[in-house]
T-cell receptor, first 115, second 111 residues
Framework: SAVISQKPSRDICQRGTSLTIQCQVD?????MFWYRQQPGQSLTLIAT?????????ESGFVIDKFPISRPNLTFSTLTVSNMSPEDSSIYLC????????????FGPGTRLTVT | RKEVEQDPGPFNVPEGATVAFNCTYS??????FFWYRQDCRKEPKLLMS???SGNEDGRFTAQLNRASQYISLLIRDSKLSDSATYLC????????????FGKGTSLLVTP
């Protein structure tokens, strides 16, 4: 299975600022995703990070708020822009397992608190 | 109706017990089904895929009923280390490999 790392693991930010989260996979993968897990909730997909093109966003998520980059097959970033306390959440990246049935492996997550 | 629904629990069971979790999904076109395990403050980890014929991995057995859009997970001989939240996960046919997650069922195995 792919090993996925994320940086930072946690951060406390002031409202109105932005935070960029990095996701690194130890092998080339075709598809990468970004999820949010709010307290007591399950995971919600934010977007699919497409290599070399704009990300595909889910309903309720927009590029201006969550710009995503994926410059190559092993790396992606998610920026949480103009943060408010409602953005306090765990942000997780994932990668699609090659040759599987659609399983995804997850990074350890970034725990964000906005004050 | 939510895409994936689970009984949130918690399920409190003694060591050695057998426990079953259930899950229903709304998209009849879904083709891929999984159970993930999530420990407190950790990322979800794949426990097992669920196949149409049902499948077993050690103490864990997963079943799929497409007609009823129902998935189950059976854990036999529960261990303390099985304590976690179990997430039922279904792919979204309308969005490639995107996944829909249930809210999870909490399991606590006690000595």
């Amino acid at each position: 299975s792919a090993v996925i790392s994320q940086k930072p693991s946690r951060d406390i930010c002031q409202r109105g600022t932005s935070l960029t989260i990095q996701c690194q996979v130890d092998s080339q993968v075709t598809m990468m995703f970004w999820y949010r897990q709010q307290p007591g909730q399950s995971l919600t997909l934010i977007a699919t990070a497409n290599q070399g093109s704009e990300a595909t966003y889910e309903s309720g998520f927009v590029i201006d708020k969550f710009p995503i980059s994926r410059p190559n097959l092993t790396f992606s970033t998610l920026t949480v822009s103009n943060m408010s306390p409602e953005d306090s959440s765990i942000y997780l990246c994932s990668a699609l397992r090659l040759g599987g049935q659609g399983e995804q492996y997850f990074g350890p997550g970034t725990r964000l608190t906005v004050t | 109706r939510k895409e994936v629904e689970q009984d949130p629990g918690p399920f409190n069971v003694p060591e050695g017990a057998t426990v079953a979790f259930n899950c229903t999904y709304s998209n009849s076109a879904s083709q891929s089904f999984f159970w993930y395990r999530q420990d407190c403050r950790k990322e979800p980890k794949l426990l097992m895929s669920v196949y149409s014929s049902g499948n077993e991995d050690g103490r864990f057995t997963a079943q799929l009923n497409r007609a009823s859009q129902y998935i189950s997970l059976l854990i036999r001989d529960s261990k303390l280390s099985d304590s976690a939240t179990y997430l039922c996960v279904v792919n979204r046919e309308d969005s490639g490999y995107a996944l829909n997650f249930g809210k999870g069922t909490s399991l606590l195995v006690t000595p």
